[in-house]
């Protein structure tokens, strides 16, 4: 509540940051105050996680400087920014996934005994105490490779408690959390700003932010164009400041499909995990899965792609059935899959945003009997996504580490397409994309759908699955429990029959 905020912690004065000639920030200054929540929002490549790497010491200004406590600091390396008290939870998380999570937490820290070795037992006591604060019943010893999004993410805030931070940067926190993962993570950044931290909350969710944070600084192409109390800004205010304009409906009027059905499930199971799942899916047509996490929809994904095995029922493609062992068999039958796992199994953030977009498709581009590539037809293609798309790049050549997150997602995109598929299954496909971009991806596969590409739409924002599909299946413990259409699309029947709650308010 902004009658805790105190004086100013933090500051960015004058900051400017170069990449190879591209300014994206420009003489940025923002004061953070002591014990605030403060929202910081923007469109995919607006600067946020820069300014946030500057503070953090992932990145140095071209010029400007950082003050702490009112004295300016240098903030060379992570291990600076953690030597001042300040600690970032990034949005790809930075743990070491064989190791348990008492060496996570005190990683390049460790507590050593008298004679100088590894003090195993204080730092799993410690990491105890720091998790039993935050009221989270994890094991010290857990290997985090085994270990969900959610209780990652606590780990990483379990580590900036261990480092004694008096700031606490996190970026996109919920995008890979549930709702119930949400409430309980807004409690606890809510508890850790009553204990006197100060929290930086990055984010897209702009009702999110309306909702935990106390003001809000808004950055768009670079500058910092509003800073207000939250109380002083609606949600569509923040959107329109964002992308500098007014904005219409973020849906595009939806397609009505054609008759013909292009592919169906018939009584597919995989055991434990998807039982008897039966569904067609038409030409032009976009078919929402709708349900909570856990409910089975990527594993349906999973399936179609051949990465899960099923012990009954088959695929059809107009009226043929598919053999669907491998991911190839599933390109090779023009079905192609965006992947909700961005970085796990989308991209190649080592590659070029040629080399990803062409990653699956790239014997397309070979047109002699010598299999030599077309460089000039793949550029030109790709060029045509950049420009589509709005891809933010300064080159093709430009290699993904350096995209923002929503810009990897365009590309994610446009590989998953480039296949030229007439299936295409997209797994939460605007998941950490401002509201722009996910203008963007929604008019794209509208598009995709009135050209007759069938899209099989997996979704957790209700919102998108209301404001996109045509049909909508709703799942369940691994079934489909009902199959929705028209004005029955609605968030209390979609969230009535994913809980089960119709059937016990029937009962």
């Known amino acids: 509540m902004s009658g805790t905020m105190g004086d100013v912690i933090l500051r960015a004065e004058g900051i400017n940051k170069d990449f190879g000639g591209v300014l994206v920030l420009k003489d940025v200054s923002l004061d953070v105050r002591r014990g605030e929540i403060l929202g910081i929002i923007g469109e995919n490549g607006a600067g946020k996680s820069t300014l946030m790497k ?213 009584g597919v199971t995989v055991p434990g995990l998807v039982e008897d799942i039966s569904f067609t899916l038409r030409k032009g047509e976009i078919l929402g899965l709708a349900g909570l996490v856990g409910a089975g929809r990527t594993e349906v994904a999973e399936t179609i792609l051949g ?20 991911p190839a068999d599933a390109v090779a039958s023009g079905i192609s899959y965006l992947s909700e796992d961005r970085q796990g199994a989308g991209i190649v953030t080592g590659f070029t945003v040629t080399e990803n977009i062409t990653l699956v498709s790239l014997a397309n581009y070979c047109r002699s009997l010598l299999r030599l590539i077309d460089k000039g037809g793949e550029r030109k293609k790709v060029q045509g996504y950049v420009d589509s798309f709005r891809i933010k790049t300064e080159s093709l050549d430009k290699r993904l580490e350096n995209l923002s997150g929503g810009n990897q997602q365009k590309v994610s995109l446009a590989k998953s397409i480039d296949t030229e598929p007439d299936i295409l299954i997209v797994d939460e496909p605007t998941r950490g994309v401002d509201v722009s971009a996910k203008h963007e991806i929604y008019l794209f596969i509208n598009d995709l759908a009135k050209k007759g590409i069938s899209c099989l739409f997996i979704s957790s924002e209700l919102e998108e699955v209301i404001g996109m599909c045509n049909r909508v299946l709703v799942m369940r413990d691994g079934k489909i429990a009902a199959t929705l259409e028209g004005r029955d699309i609605n968030e209390e029947d979609i969230m009535f029959n994913a809980t089960g709650a119709r059937e016990e308010f029937a009962s």
């Open 54 to 266: 500057i503070m953090s010491g992932i990145y140095q200004p071209t010029s400007g400087k950082v003050l702490m406590e009112g004295k300016s600091v240098r903030i060379d390396t992570a291990i600076d920014a953690r030597r001042l008290g300040i600690s970032l939870v990034p949005q790809e998380f930075n743990l070491i996934r064989d190791l348990p999570v008492y060496n996570n937490v005190f990683l390049g820290s460790e507590l050593r005994t008298r004679l100088g070795l590894l003090d195993k037992e204080a730092m799993k006591a410690r990491t105890r105490e720091l998790l039993a604060e935050l009221n989270v019943t994890i094991d010290p010893e857990a290997r985090i490779e085994r270990m969900s999004a959610a209780e990652k993410q606590m780990v990483e805030i379990c580590k900036s408690l261990a480092f004694e931070a008096s700031v606490l940067i996190m970026d996109e926190p919920t995008t890979m959390l549930t709702t119930y993962e949400i409430d309980i993570l807004f409690g606890l950044v809510r508890k850790l700003r009553e204990r006197g931290m100060t929290i930086i909350y990055i984010s897209h969710k702009l009702k999110e932010v309306k909702a935990l944070c106390d003001r809000v600084a808004i950055l768009r192409d670079g500058v910092l164009v509003h800073e207000s109390p939250i109380a002083d800004i609606s949600v569509l205010e923040m959107a329109q400041r964002m992308v500098g304009r007014e904005l219409g409906s973020i849906f595009p009027a939806k397609h009505e499909p054609g008759e013909d059905v292009v592919f169906e499930a018939r």
């Open 307 to 326: 990465l899960r095995k099923k012990s009954a029922g088959e695929f059809l493609k107009n009226g043929v059935v598919l053999a669907l062992d491998e």
